[in-house]
């Protein structure tokens, strides 16, 4: 059974910075494309940045420049480095990981990201 276990969230002033991470027990860790997404109240679950096998990543117009999206394959974890947070990143933020090769996705519970003064 796949679980994917977030932490490292909580509440961060304005211009902060928290560091996310998704620990999985899953085999072939390394074969799976992995991603955060977040979740504000009232809206829809996007997605925030993602990191391929290969190691290419991709962002959300709205946090490039600021959050970097790594994996450490020896270690089974993807991290998620928020830097200059802003109060419209609160959200409640889930690691993903996605089999191509099966079309599985699998996520985690979530951690509660919130920005505020």
Same mark, same amino acid.
């Given at each position: 059974?796949?679980?994917l276990v977030?932490?490292? /969230?909580?509440?961060? !002033?304005?211009? %902060?910075?928290l +560091?996310l991470s998704? &620990?999985?027990?899953?085999?072939?860790?390394? *074969?799976?494309?992995k /991603?955060?997404?977040? !979740?504000?109240? %009232?809206k829809e +679950?996007?997605?925030? &940045?993602a990191?391929?096998w290969?190691?290419? *990543?991709?962002?959300a117009?709205?946090?490039?420049?600021?959050f970097?999206?790594? +994996?450490?394959n020896?270690?089974?974890?993807?991290?998620?480095?928020?830097?200059?947070?802003?109060?419209?990143?609160?959200?409640?933020y889930?690691?993903?990981l996605?089999s191509s090769?099966?079309?599985?996705d699998?996520?985690?519970?979530?951690?509660l990201?919130?920005?505020?003064?």
């Amino acid at each position: 059974q796949v679980q994917l276990v977030e932490s490292g /969230g909580g509440l961060v !002033q304005p211009g %902060g910075s928290l +560091r996310l991470s998704c &620990a999985a027990s899953v085999s072939w860790f390394s *074969t799976y494309a992995k /991603g955060w997404y977040r !979740q504000a109240p %009232g809206k829809e +679950r996007e997605l925030v &940045a993602a990191i391929t096998w290969g190691g290419n *990543t991709n962002y959300a117009d709205s946090v490039k420049g600021r959050f970097t999206i790594s +994996r450490d394959n020896a270690k089974n974890t993807v991290y998620l480095q928020m830097n200059s947070l802003k109060p419209e990143d609160t959200a409640v933020y889930y690691c993903n990981l996605h089999s191509s090769s099966t079309g599985m996705d699998y996520w985690g519970k979530g951690t509660l990201v919130t920005v505020s003064s």
